[in-house]
């Protein structure tokens, strides 16, 4: 695979999703190290739909750690139930958020962050990771979304 991606512009979103997937398989299927694999999926997302930011959060003990990120600086280390990643994690369910200020507990890397969406890894049904994906806009995230980062996330698990 190339290293830019091939999306026909002014596609809907489920669409731009749809080509996605394959290319995001053939960057990452001959690769086997996880670090690169995350690394390029987050870069591919942000160059996709030009989200705020985009990145993982590994499990490490009783935190989640940053992990390969696209955007500005993040928050390095979030304990288990505390924010939107550590509640996705906690309750290993995705969890979509039209307005992070409405979120009782959101933290705050960075202020620009409107909403936002964190879907867990999971791997022998236990979480090892979590994608959080930020908007500079509200409400930016549907059950579109959802399924399909869902779906990338499934394939992300067997890199772990």
Same mark, same amino acid.
């Given at each position: 695979?190339? #290293?830019?991606?091939?999306?026909? =512009?002014?596609?809907?979103?489920?669409?731009?999703?749809?080509?996605?997937?394959?290319?995001?398989?053939?960057?990452?299927? =001959? #690769?086997?190290?996880?670090?690169?694999?995350?690394?390029?999926?987050?870069?591919?997302?942000?160059?996709?739909?030009?989200?705020? @930011?985009?990145?993982?959060?590994?499990?490490? !003990? +009783? #935190?989640?750690?940053?992990?390969?990120?696209?955007?500005?600086?993040?928050?390095?280390?979030?304990?288990? !139930?505390? !924010?939107?990643?550590?509640? *996705? @994690?906690? +309750?290993?369910?995705?969890?979509?958020?039209?307005?992070?200020?409405?979120?009782? !507990?959101?933290?705050?890397?960075? *202020?620009?962050?409107?909403?936002?969406?964190?879907?867990?890894?999971?791997?022998?049904?236990?979480?090892?990771?979590?994608?959080?994906?930020?908007?500079?806009?509200?409400?930016?995230?549907?059950?579109?979304?959802?399924?399909?980062? +869902?779906?990338?996330?499934?394939?992300?698990?067997? @890199?772990?």
């Amino acid at each position: 695979m190339s #290293e830019s991606l091939l999306l026909t =512009p002014g596609q809907p979103k489920a669409a731009r999703y749809a080509e996605l997937h394959p290319q995001v398989v053939a960057l990452t299927a =001959p #690769e086997p190290d996880r670090t690169a694999n995350l690394a390029n999926t987050a870069a591919a997302l942000r160059q996709a739909f030009g989200f705020f @930011w985009v990145g993982f959060y590994l499990v490490q !003990g +009783e #935190e989640l750690v940053l992990g390969p990120f696209q955007g500005p600086i993040a928050c390095t280390r979030i304990r288990r !139930g505390r !924010g939107v990643c550590g509640t *996705s @994690w906690a +309750e290993a369910r995705t969890v979509l958020v039209p307005d992070v200020e409405a979120f009782p !507990g959101h933290i705050a890397c960075s *202020s620009d962050s409107k909403s936002e969406i964190v879907v867990p890894i999971v791997k022998n049904g236990a979480v090892v990771a979590v994608l959080d994906v930020d908007s500079d806009k509200l409400n930016d995230f549907d059950h579109d979304d959802q399924r399909a980062l +869902e779906q990338l996330m499934q394939l992300a698990a067997t @890199w772990f």
